[in-house]
């Protein structure tokens, strides 16, 4: 029963997290954004554009990489209890880290779509997206790597 209540908190979770991804990640990419944007618009050089897409890759990513660092930290944790059969558990984590970023993605290639371009965002998340893919491996299986850039995420043992 406590696998199963295990399962429906990392639904949950992942619900949460694909409503508000849409708003932290846009926040999280705006400097890069903005560097990306910034001036003329027939005056914008390539130089400039990846730049402004590498910041955003870079703020989306360690935002991102919080949440995935939650899901694994707390999917080890839940795992590790008596009463809880572990590797059920596992899949739907790795579906709790991909959901929320996939729909964002979608989101945004969609709102680039109607406006006709995309933009230094956009470009990040497709990068943010395979980052949190990795992440999850790499958390998994090196977890000190997790504790050193996000040890003030929950949960973390």
Request: aromatic share 18%; net charge positive.
């Amino acid at each position: 029963m406590k696998t199963i209540f295990s399962i429906v908190l990392l639904i949950v979770w992942s619900s949460v997290a694909s409503f508000l991804s849409v708003y932290i990640l846009n926040i999280a990419g705006l400097p890069g954004a903005l560097l990306a944007s910034a001036g003329n618009r027939d005056k914008r050089r390539k130089g400039q554009y990846n730049f402004g897409t590498i910041i955003s890759v870079l703020g989306q990513s360690y935002v991102y990489l919080a949440f995935v660092a939650f899901i694994v930290n707390w999917t080890r944790l839940a795992a590790r209890r008596d009463d809880v059969v572990g590797f059920p558990l596992w899949p739907f984590a790795f579906l709790a880290v991909l959901f929320p970023i996939t729909r964002s993605l979608a989101r945004a290639r969609q709102e680039a779509k109607e406006d006709g371009y995309t933009n230094a965002q956009v470009e990040a998340l497709e990068f943010t997206q395979s980052f949190s893919l990795i992440g999850f491996f790499v958390f998994i299986f090196w977890p000190m790597v997790m504790k050193a850039a996000w040890g003030w995420v929950p949960y973390m043992k």
